[in-house]
């Protein structure tokens, strides 16, 4: 109770804002306070109260583990008005909407009141479709930045300065790469006369880095945790690839790594500073890993190269963020909110050009990312030892505030490319034939199926991520482990999991515009 206490950090939250009948609401957004560049926080409140003719009550929560938290306060019986902050799960509204805690949005949203919304769901119905409940209703709203490239998750990097230098050749192929992973190891690449380069390494917790990037020189894309699920989408069948022979041979090809030195020893056990350290020494340290960009320390020393092939033969399948797919829960409406007609009308602002750069990238200020000059914005010099990539973080409201950016506004007049997004997106070109194509969508899952996934998941997933390390460590054997693990999967209900997330799925596609 105690740490539920200091985790809360709520300000003016009086159990649903329903002080006086001014014909406002209340808004939380994650903020555990106004911890901005001087002023920018109160100039963002200043820019979003002025989309709306009515008073907004602002309230803030911790942005530790918000989503816990907030579920938590949901539970004991404090409503907020409304939430903006995009830290659901849709497993979570789905949760709500059974409890009738928020209310469906759909009948609000029309051509006079909400014109920006009511366009995007006319013009692409698609994200209309996404944004459908298992009971039929709309109770979020979606951020939405059609910069494909950005939806990049993972790119193999590989430090090209050692490549030359050692007479290798880009690999191509996964025996390729444990040619050139030796060759790091042996022969003193960064020329300090020490054996302290790591050839491979890769961080567990890391939203781009994870090991399974490598699944794709199999022809298959996944990713871990409770967004994903190590999910894996073949001619519209929804696969567990951790039961998946190319699993097998991608935790066998690892293990090969580790026992000749090649992969990083502490690749299981490091922290993300200490993985993080390594990116940033001042002498290049890694040889090989994956990124959303190319963030090294010596950054020039790197360069993206193409997703490997298994063999030669097979295909890489690379995986790609779902986009508005799997992005579209940053604002719910609470059962106690005054008036949820005039919060729809705000949000409907925050869908327009010029507030929706302000919501994704920074507020217009002098201390912050972006400066406005007439109609089109800039990007500012930032603090020394800042990129914008994280310092934009500390000028936006909350990083999940709802927006919409069209293809056609990125290296405008109107809004340049961002640092670094011109590189972004010729890899992204380098990547595009290898995407797949039937990328896992995050559907909604109904109350039941929610439930049921989350007891399934705990145990499943455990021992997913246990034998994973003791495979590839070699603290057990592979080969006379595999048959067991998968049928201990299918005894914690391995089957009916998959069962649920196929119907998710099934839904999810029915629902498409054809």
């Not at 059974?98 to 920006?116: F, G, L, Q, R, V």
């Not at 602002?349 to 972006?370: C, H, P, R, V, W």
């Not at 246990?466 to 595999?482: H, N, V, Y």
């Amino acid at each position: 109770m105690a740490v539920l206490m200091l985790a809360l950090a709520l300000t003016g939250c009086n159990g649903g804002g329903n002080a006086g009948d001014d014909g406002g609401f209340s808004v939380l957004i994650p903020a555990e306070s106004p911890d901005k560049p001087d002023g920018l926080y109160q100039k963002s409140l200043e820019r979003l109260q002025s989309l709306t003719d009515v008073p907004i009550t602002w309230e803030y929560m911790s942005d530790v583990d918000g989503a816990s938290v907030l579920k938590m306060q949901i539970a004991s019986g404090e409503f907020p008005e409304v939430y903006i902050g995009g830290i659901f799960q849709p497993s979570d509204i789905s949760q709500f909407a059974a409890n009738e805690i928020i209310i469906p949005i759909e009948d609000y949203i029309n051509e006079k009141d909400t014109p920006n919304i009511y366009k995007l769901y006319q013009e692409r119905p698609a994200i209309k479709a996404a944004s459908v409940a298992p009971d039929g209703h709309i109770y979020t709203l979606p951020g939405l930045k059609e910069d494909m490239a950005s939806y990049l998750e993972n790119i193999m990097y590989i430090n090209k300065v050692w490549l030359d230098k050692l007479g290798l050749d880009i690999p191509k192929t996964l025996d390729d790469l444990k040619v050139v992973l030796k060759a790091f190891k042996e022969q003193d690449p960064n020329g300090n006369g020490q054996a302290d380069e790591i050839p491979l390494t890769f961080n567990l917790a890391s939203s781009s880095d994870y090991p399974e990037v490598l699944l794709s020189s199999w022809g298959l894309s996944t990713k871990y945790g409770t967004w994903d699920s190590w999910l894996t989408v073949q001619d519209g069948e929804v696969k567990f690839a951790p039961v998946l022979d190319e699993w097998k041979e991608m935790i066998a090809y690892y293990r090969d790594l580790y026992a000749e030195g090649l992969l990083d020893m502490e690749a299981f056990t490091q922290t993300g500073e200490q993985y993080n350290a390594k990116k940033g020494a001042s002498v290049s340290k890694i040889g090989v890993h994956w990124s959303n960009a190319n963030a090294m320390a010596n950054s020039d020393e790197y360069i993206a190269i193409e997703p490997l092939s298994a063999d030669g033969k097979i295909k890489p399948a690379w995986r790609i963020h779902p986009g508005y797919i799997g992005t579209k829960d940053f604002m719910v409406i609470f059962k106690n909110c005054r008036n949820p007609k005039e919060a729809l009308k705000w949000a409907d602002k925050f869908y327009e050009i010029d507030n929706s750069i302000q919501n994704a990238f920074g507020e217009a200020a002098e201390n912050s990312t972006l400066s406005k000059v007439g109609d089109n914005f800039v990007w500012n010099e930032l603090p020394e030892g800042e990129v914008v990539s994280s310092y934009m973080y500390s000028c936006v409201l909350t990083s999940g505030m709802p927006c919409f950016l069209p293809e056609e506004v990125y290296g405008s007049e109107k809004f340049p490319f961002l640092p670094g997004q011109e590189e972004k997106k010729a890899v992204y070109e380098m990547y595009k034939p290898y995407l797949d194509d039937e990328v896992w969508p995050r559907p909604y899952y109904a109350v039941e199926e929610a439930n049921r996934l989350s007891e399934l998941t705990t145990d499943i997933f455990s021992l997913v991520e246990t034998k994973r390390a003791k495979w590839i460590t070699g603290a057990e054997d592979l080969e006379s482990g595999w048959e067991q693990y998968k049928a201990d999967i299918k005894r914690m209900g391995g089957d009916e999991m998959l069962s649920i997330y196929q119907g998710a799925y099934d839904r999810y596609q029915a629902g498409m515009p054809k």
